[in-house]
Nanobody, 116 residues
């Protein structure tokens, strides 16, 4: 089992920044990637960003490219999401995600609210 704990959400105004953190614990030795998804009210959960530890390769949704940056420390199994130039449409619950030994894991989510 892998446990994921997110932190760093909050309420900000449009144009401001937030940094989310996610720490993995438990059976983490097979983790090769970590990422973030988000779910706004009434919408499906959507991909935001992912980092693959080998080579620190990153992927982003088109909606956040140039504004969000994913980074992390694979030795600590910790991933960060730096969110700049936040928009009201970024308002959602943000979930950390990883895979280990063929099984997917999710954190409990952290609320990000961006006011206009």
């Amino acid at each position: 089992q892998v446990q994921l704990v997110e932190s760093g959400g909050g309420l900000v105004q449009a144009g401001e920044s937030l940094r989310l953190s996610c720490a993995a614990s438990g059976r983490t030795f097979n983790i090769y990637r970590m990422g973030w998804f988000r779910q706004a009210p009434g919408k499906e959960r959507e991909f935001v960003a992912r980092i693959v530890w080998s080579g620190k390769i990153t992927y982003y949704a088109d909606s956040v490219k140039g504004r969000f940056t994913i980074s992390g420390d694979n030795a600590k199994n910790t991933v960060y999401l730096q969110m700049n130039s936040l928009k009201p449409e970024d308002t959602a619950v943000y979930y950390c995600n990883t895979n280990s030994s063929g099984k997917g894991y999710w954190g409990q989510g952290t609320q990000v609210t961006v006011s206009s």
